[in-house]
T-cell receptor
Framework: GDSVTQMEGPVTLSEEAFLTINCTYTATGYPSLFWYVQYPGEGLQLLLKATKADDKGSNKGFEATYRKETTSFHLEKGSVQVSDSAVYFCALSDRDGRRALTFGSGTRLQVQP | DTGVSQNPRHKITKRGQNVTFRCDPISEHNRLYWYRQTLGQGPEFLTYFQNEAQLEKSRLLSDRFSAERPKGSFSTLEIQRTEQGDSAMYLC???????????FGPGTRLTVT
């Protein structure tokens, strides 16, 4: 079945550092890919998405590119802020049928001032 | 704000009791999903509805679990004869037709003592 693998956390960075959170997936067909973010005490929020190979999703300075050849969707940000501290989840959706999300286990990011 | 709402936000119950959770999706979203999230893990798919029809149930959903979506609006998730292993965050998400992204509610945290 479908699966998503994320790098384990926590990832601890200083403010203004460069961020990469790795995500790889296994899926049949051509899934849509997502990053969701969960801030402390809040629900899951959609951060960005990409629906086909070579698409780049971007939002709030975060970017991720759908790489079909490496089955990856790594999240990057050029300069993190303390307010980016959260748990980040990579997910995929099968594009036929139920379109349920399959999530990775999440990566906690801690940004220190 | 017309996001997804869930009630109650927290529920503490004794083993063997029945509990019911409610989800109100974003208006006019045809699809509604239930997920379960345990500590340190990503959400796992439980079941989904297209309008009022329940189209799929995960193998995670034992016979003690039942979900409904009467009239294709709000949904309820009932757990009968709760067990300690049912302790988790129960998440609801909704999605508009022909779109992949899902919008999540804040969740209901269930603790079974």
């Amino acid at each position: 079945g479908d699966s998503v693998t994320q790098m384990e956390g926590p990832v601890t960075l200083s403010e203004e550092a460069f961020l990469t959170i790795n995500c790889t997936y296994t899926a049949t067909g051509y899934p849509s890919l997502f990053w969701y973010v969960q801030y402390p005490g809040e629900g899951l929020q959609l951060l960005l998405k990409a629906t086909k190979a070579d698409d780049k999703g971007s939002n709030k300075g975060f970017e991720a590119t759908y790489r079909k050849e490496t089955t990856s969707f790594h999240l990057e940000k050029g300069s993190v802020q303390v307010s980016d501290s959260a748990v980040y989840f990579c997910a995929l959706s099968d594009r036929d049928g139920r379109r349920a999300l399959t999530f990775g286990s999440g990566t906690r990011l801690q940004v220190q001032p | 704000d017309t996001g997804v709402s869930q009630n109650p936000r927290h529920k503490i119950t004794k083993r063997g009791q029945n509990v019911t959770f409610r989800c109100d999706p974003i208006s006019e979203h045809n699809r509604l999903y239930w997920y379960r999230q345990t500590l340190g893990q990503g959400p796992e798919f439980l079941t989904y509805f297209q309008n009022e029809a329940q189209l799929e149930k995960s193998r995670l959903l034992s016979d003690r679990f039942s979900a409904e979506r009467p009239k294709g609006s709000f949904s309820t998730l009932e757990i009968q004869r709760t067990e300690q292993g049912d302790s988790a965050m129960y998440l609801c998400a909704s999605s508009p037709n022909r779109r992949d992204e899902q919008y999540f509610g804040p969740g209901t945290r269930l603790t079974v003592t």
